[in-house]
């Protein structure tokens, strides 16, 4: 573990994990987020280019690049980049789920499509979905194999 991952309390994860802390409860995969794999690999050079981007597309905030973090939401939702995120909060704090497919309200509003956001906030429901149908290790099997093809697609 990097002096940078040790500091952001980052506990080792290699960039892809087995573990299913790299699926959010949301269908988000972790694995193939920038903020999660530049801070899980020590990667400045990479947090700096994401830094200019955040501060490019959204001036009404300041990003310094060694806030370009996030940890994952189960693994330590108080370092994910959303700690006040409805989604967790509704699913996993006050329902007390695995995965929003679990709830009744599913599909709900907190799910919906976001303009601007990156493409893997936008397939969160198709995501879900496909967890529900196929189990999460076999879903985590599948997206390990090429993390990003989703977000390149769309």
């Given at each position: 573990?990097?002096?940078?991952?040790?500091?952001?309390?980052?506990?080792?994860?290699?960039?892809?994990?087995?573990?299913?802390?790299?699926?959010?409860?949301?269908?988000?995969?972790?694995?193939?987020?920038?903020?999660?794999?530049?801070?899980?690999?020590?990667?400045?050079?990479?947090?700096?280019?994401?830094?200019?981007?955040?501060?490019?597309?959204?001036?009404?905030?300041?990003?310094?690049?060694?806030?370009m973090v996030c940890v994952p939401c189960r693994e330590d939702f108080d370092k994910c980049w959303s700690p006040d995120c409805d989604v967790y909060i509704c699913c996993v704090t006050e329902k007390k789920l695995d995965f929003c497919y679990e709830c009744d309200e599913f599909p709900c509003k907190k799910?919906?499509?976001?303009?601007?956001?990156?493409?893997?906030?936008?397939?969160?429901?198709?995501?879900?979905?496909?967890?529900?149908?196929?189990?999460?290790?076999?879903?985590?099997?599948?997206?390990?194999?090429?993390?990003?093809?989703?977000?390149?697609?769309?």
């Open positions: 573990m990097t002096e940078q991952q040790e500091q952001i309390g980052i506990k080792g994860f290699p960039w892809i994990s087995e573990d299913k802390n790299l699926i959010a409860p949301c269908g988000n995969f972790c694995g193939a987020c920038d903020l999660y794999r530049c801070a899980a690999h020590g990667d400045t050079e990479g947090q700096e280019r994401l830094a200019e981007f955040f501060n490019k597309h959204f001036p009404e905030y300041h990003h310094e690049p060694e806030g799910l919906r499509p976001h303009r601007g956001c990156p493409p893997a906030h936008n397939l969160k429901v198709f995501n879900l979905l496909r967890i529900k149908r196929m189990g999460w290790q076999q879903w985590l099997e599948e997206a390990k194999r090429d993390p990003r093809e989703l977000h390149q697609r769309y």
